[in-house]
């Protein structure tokens, strides 16, 4: 039976209130349904084989689509933005000393085990407070559209280079999900996109990975390369990585609208203090035995040891 606009209402706005509470730095909700609008891009992206050797983005196409063949029963996506922008940087490649950098994303502990614990304590809250609802949380392990589904209920929107921005709080935050069969409030998308004429994002590109507004070509991206690509990176790409060697976040830190970030207040996301001080000499001395220590909680751990030497070797030989 439907819910009543009142209890609609109500639950949303403990839900809402809720994710305040717990940290989220945003909360928007929308209603269930196929993503039509994106289904001709998202096969097209995948025809022209932009997401490189990422074969999952190909599977259960129709589940990316539609939550409600993901969960069923699923009436409402409660999209949620948890931020990761540090109160403190790397080096930042500083003369005299530099260093080789990491997406500011992976500084801290591995985010799925963060925000999923997060997800877990607002579905018990959903559930006790609203009955016997079915729910399930998502961050980056299902088919879920994160982005359109965060546009969707008016988070922001996605920008040229592919990444959802909000005019509030830019665009260093993580996006995750509950599906649930309960009926709630459901917010709107954006009637603007604020890129406006701005293309900073595409010129600065250290691989051109930006091949046009909105479209990113994962085979030419160096986050792809640097953490996905398990086997040798491509000769081309010689002299183009800008130090990056887990991640790029350079489409993000020429953004305009990051001037609006904030530092985030998770003391999990706080990198270890070793990190900060860790110049070039310091990432070629490293030893697995060292890489363990250090990053022990961290998301480097998904690319494993060897590939951060291998994107290292690739730095420095000529």
């Known amino acids: 039976m439907p819910l009543k606009q009142n209890l609609k209402e109500k639950y949303t706005n403990l839900i809402k209130n809720k994710a305040k509470s717990l940290g989220f730095l945003a909360c928007g909700i929308s209603k269930a349904e196929f993503l039509e609008d994106h289904a001709p891009v998202l096969e097209k992206w995948l025809r022209q084989n932009m997401n490189a050797e990422m074969q999952y983005m190909e599977n259960n196409f129709e589940k990316r689509l539609d939550p409600r063949l993901l969960v069923k029963g699923t009436k409402s996506v409660i999209s949620l933005l948890v931020n990761y922008y540090p109160p403190e940087t790397q080096q930042n490649n500083k003369k005299p000393v530099g260093t080789y950098k ?61 990444n959802l921005i909000n005019k509030n709080f830019g665009s260093f935050f993580f996006i995750c999900e509950l599906l649930t069969d309960l009926e709630l409030e459901y917010d709107h998308p954006l009637k603007e996109n604020y890129c406006g004429k701005c293309t900073k994002c595409i010129d600065n590109c250290p691989n051109k990975a930006i091949v046009k507004p909105y479209i990113l070509d994962a085979n030419k991206c160096i986050s792809y390369l640097t953490i996905e690509l398990k086997n040798k990176i491509p000769e081309k790409f010689k002299g183009k990585y800008k130090n990056w060697i887990f991640g790029c976040d350079t489409c993000q830190d020429v953004c305009p609208w990051n001037r609006f970030a904030k530092p985030h207040k998770e003391n999990a996301f706080l990198p270890n203090a070793a ?44």
């Open 102 to 162: 990491i997406s500011k994303y992976a500084y801290g502990k591995d985010y799925h085990i963060v925000i999923k614990d997060k997800l877990k304590q607002l579905s018990q809250y959903i559930i006790e407070n609203t009955g016997d609802v079915n729910i399930r949380g998502f961050v980056d392990s299902a088919p879920v559209l994160e982005r359109a589904w965060a546009a969707k209920s008016g988070l922001g929107w996605i920008g040229k280079n592919s």
């Open 275 to 318: 990190l900060l001080k860790m110049n070039n000499t310091d990432w070629k001395s490293l030893t697995e035995k060292d890489f363990k220590l250090v990053f022990n909680k961290s998301s480097l751990k998904r690319t494993k040891y060897k590939n951060i030497a291998r994107n290292i070797k690739f730095l420095t030989d000529k």
